[in-house]
């Protein structure tokens, strides 16, 4: 279906608002994905904060130029389904190599974080990046160690004077 000119600019507007927000981009070939695979890859988009959408390249490359995606710029040829990450960046890596398992037509073709493109192959380190809870969780364990080794050290240091004292508080009783 062709699009006429406010047609293509509100897409373009659409895109560049999204990628200005965007942690990062995975653009994968779709060709020969099913409508029943495409469904199903939206909606779990949906779910976990990717924003999934098939556009053309010229829109795609207007709409990415002016943010951290511009890098993308030339490496956009072919059909290409685009994965943006709004919370946090392993989300689009997650999906597209996840559908990519069960779905041979599905290949990752562009990869690009904090404004560097990077090799499709990196759409596996995006996605074994951690999630938003995990990544807080792994930040709460690392806050927590120096008060548990400070504790640790004290109690330490406490059995150590501790058994001097047990045996001298009796005679400090007995006195």
């Known amino acids: 279906m062709a699009l006429n000119l406010s047609q293509k600019q509100e897409v373009v507007a659409e895109l560049a608002e999204i990628a200005a927000k965007a942690h990062s981009l995975v653009a994968a070939e779709y060709a020969g994905t099913t409508v029943e695979q495409m469904t199903a890859m939206r909606k779990k988009a949906r779910e976990s904060g990717v924003f999934l959408k098939v556009v053309k390249n010229t829109l795609a490359s207007r709409a990415v130029g002016g943010t951290g995606f511009e890098v993308v710029k030339d490496a956009l040829t072919g059909p290409l389904l685009y994965a943006f990450s709004m ?8 999906l ?8 041979e037509k599905l290949k990752p073709r562009v990869v690009s ?5 990077l090799p499709a192959a990196h759409v596996d380190v995006l996605a074994s990046l ?9 930040l709460a364990r690392v806050l927590a160690e120096p008060a548990a ?7 330490a240091v406490a059995d150590k004077q501790g058994g001097g004292e047990t045996e001298a508080a009796p005679a400090a009783a007995e006195a």
């Not at 974080?113 to 493109?117: N, P």
């Open 87 to 94: 919370e946090e960046p392993g989300a689009a890596g997650r």
């Open 96 to 103: 597209i190599k996840e559908f990519a398992k069960t779905n």
């Open 113 to 117: 974080v904090e404004g560097k493109l």
């Open 130 to 138: 951690p999630t938003r809870e995990e990544a807080l969780a792994m």
């Open 149 to 155: 080794m400070f504790a640790r050290a004290v109690k």
